[in-house]
């Protein structure tokens, strides 16, 4: 078991961050040359192929365009659908209310150039808290989530891969006077106030991502980490939802060097057993932990096309075209210099040897060939064609194009799957506070509300069916695809025309063929048309009932007897006795067919 020593795990911390700046050592170079010396006067020289900048501009796009649109299943049959439901309809209110598109964004960002970390824990609902304060209601939550930049973030450095690290944490940054406050404004949350007092309030100064000589802003520098092997003896444990130990320790500097001491007692996490860290990585590196971005796979390309394209720009401004003139003939020179262009210069005795065009400096064939050599090989290795930056040479066959674009939409894609995979991830832990957590409570809009059929239905947390056996693992959450893509208005509308034709072309299908599982059958084809509500565009009810009704005048006018049993009484039916109507209605239930449909009682977590 690790040893949890202040004194250890300052030590664990120092190995963990040296471990971690040697894999984003470049990375400052490289943003700078993403954003060049025109944003920032001190970034460095001018990269005449700026690659990070084109790279980022066509795959953030593909990344993340929109809020992604979540679809939950549940393996479980019964009310576990209705908590499926309710944790659909939560997810997606909730995308769209904590503005995810905007964090998503940074993270591919940071994805693309190292790693993306997002912190998810939770927070009060300033939202709602303002409104319920007014009546007296108790302040709710819900899950946030935060990005934590590259290098404040650190993990176990002899892991192998996320699941086997012993340890996670990440670097803040608080006001002491704000976080002494905290600490007597919250006297049950165990703050150490005597040890916050003791810290000196410049430990902010070590912060490498801070610009220099700012003003001393009294903040202190702690650290945070999650040991999940750590049980406490007074945790409730996991089956209260408990997994690991978080640790709080300040950073001070002494006579000794750097120390650390607890600024808060341990204390159970609660939260999803995988921790409240997500790690966004596109490719994986045998037995590394940290995975291997796109654009350091190819630095090495860069830095060589851009020296090659450098050398030819200094060249290119070398140039020089120079005539030269016998110096016997002085006025000769002059009156060259003096004429204008495309003048008619006579000259007495003209002699071609007493003046030479020359021509100095400039670029070479050699060198353009090199430059054209090294730029291809680096879209080769990056991925990004003539195609993706939408320009179409026509040099090559249809074939031959339609190939590449298959070769490059394959890896597009997997970096896609990549990043999306990680989004699940992210909203697998913000489902879990909502499935788990009883604070949790907010409305879920219109939406929710015209496909349940309730007025103002809300998410309630926590509220789930512990006798049904059903577990959070149950669920199984997807996003839906194309919701994260951009449509374009064309596609759209074409679409749509698709939608409509396949919509009126089935909908008389729908009651000739009814052991079809046509709901299916619209989820399947709207995946397909970047419509996840196709579905929804027929009532299934509806159509169940007129499949009914003409299957039952088919069988009663092919069946004179069944007609003359359960068709038109003899007497009007406010005259016949309750016994003979209620053994008529039976028997026309029996012969009909029709079984009252048993369903348990709703026990979901929508009220």
């Not at 944790?87 to 964004?105: F, M, V, Y």
């Not at 009546?135 to 899950?143: D, L, N």
Request: aromatic share 8%.
């Amino acid at each position: 078991m690790i040893n949890v020593d202040p004194k250890n795990l300052l030590e664990e911390i120092s190995g963990a961050e040296q471990y971690r700046d040697a894999h984003i050592e470049g990375m400052a170079e490289q943003v700078e040359r993403y954003h060049g010396p025109f944003y920032n006067s001190s970034a460095g020289e001018f990269s005449p192929e700026n690659h990070y900048y084109e790279y980022l501009s066509l795959m953030v796009p593909r990344l993340v365009f929109d809020n992604p649109r979540v679809a939950v299943k549940s393996r479980r049959a019964g009310t576990q659908g209705d908590v499926a439901t309710a944790i659909r309809h939560g997810l997606n209110r909730w995308t769209a209310d904590s503005r995810l598109r905007e964090l998503l964004t940074r993270t591919a960002t940071d994805a693309l150039f190292t790693y993306g970390v997002v912190l998810s824990s939770q927070a009060e609902n300033q939202q709602l808290s303002a409104n319920l304060d007014a009546v007296g209601a108790s302040k709710p939550t819900w899950p946030t989530c935060v990005r934590i930049p590259q290098n404040r973030f650190f993990l176990d450095p002899a892991a192998t891969s996320l699941d086997e690290c012993r340890f996670m944490g990440h670097q803040w940054v608080r006001d002491k006077a704000d976080l002494l406050e905290m600490a007597k404004d919250s006297p049950g949350a165990g703050w150490n106030t005597a040890v916050i007092e003791e810290l000196a309030a410049s430990g902010a100064d070590e912060l490498k991502d801070r610009p220099k000589d700012l003003p001393n802003r009294e903040e202190i520098v702690a650290y945070e980490l999650w040991v999940p092997e750590i049980e406490l003896d007074d945790s409730p444990g996991a089956e209260e939802g408990f997994h690991g130990t978080i640790y709080t320790l300040g950073l001070a500097e002494s006579s000794d060097g750097r120390k650390a001491d607890f600024i808060r007692d341990p204390r159970p996490y609660y939260g999803p057993r995988w921790g409240p860290y997500t790690f966004f990585g596109i490719y994986s590196v045998p037995n590394r932990v940290f995975p291997l971005s796109p654009m350091v796979a190819v630095e090495g390309q860069i830095q060589d096309l851009n020296a090659q394209a450098s050398a030819s720009t200094t060249a290119a401004g070398q140039y020089k075209k120079l005539i030269l003139v016998d110096s016997g003939d002085p006025t000769l020179a002059q009156r060259l210099r003096d004429s204008p262009d495309s003048y008619v210069l006579p000259v007495n005795g003209l002699d071609r040897t007493k003046f030479v065009q020359a021509e100095v400096g400039g670029t070479t064939n050699q060198q353009l060939q090199y430059l054209q050599v090294a730029r291809d090989r680096l879209d080769r290795n990056s991925g990004i064609q003539e195609a993706q930056r939408g320009a179409v040479t026509g040099q090559g066959t249809a074939t031959e194009v339609q190939v590449a674009a298959e070769a490059s939409s394959l890896r597009m894609n997997y970096i896609k799957q990549q990043f999306h995979d990680g989004v699940i991830r992210m909203l697998r832990t913000v489902a879990w506070y909502l499935y788990y957590d009883d604070r949790v409570e907010f409305p879920l809009g219109e939406e929710a509300a015209n496909e349940l059929g309730l007025v103002d239905p809300w998410l309630k947390g926590g509220d789930h069916d512990e006798d049904s056996g059903a577990t959070f693992d149950d669920l199984e959450l997807e996003i839906e695809p194309y919701s994260m893509e951009r449509t374009s208005e064309g596609l759209f509308q074409k679409r749509a025309m698709e939608a409509f034709e396949l919509v009126t072309q089935t909908a008389e299908m729908i009651p000739a063929a009814p052991w079809v599982r046509w709901p299916k059958v619209f989820e399947m084809l709207g995946d397909a048309l970047n419509f996840p509500k196709l579905a929804d565009l027929v009532d299934m009810k509806i159509a169940a009932q007129v499949a009914k009704t003409r299957w039952d005048e088919e069988r009663a006018a092919n069946q004179p007897m069944l007609q003359g049993h359960v068709g038109d009484l003899p007497l009007p039916l406010e005259q016949v006795p309750p016994q003979r109507l209620g053994n008529l209605r039976q028997m026309a239930a029996i012969r009909f067919g029709v079984t009252p449909s048993r369903r348990p009682p709703s026990r979901g977590r929508l009220s």
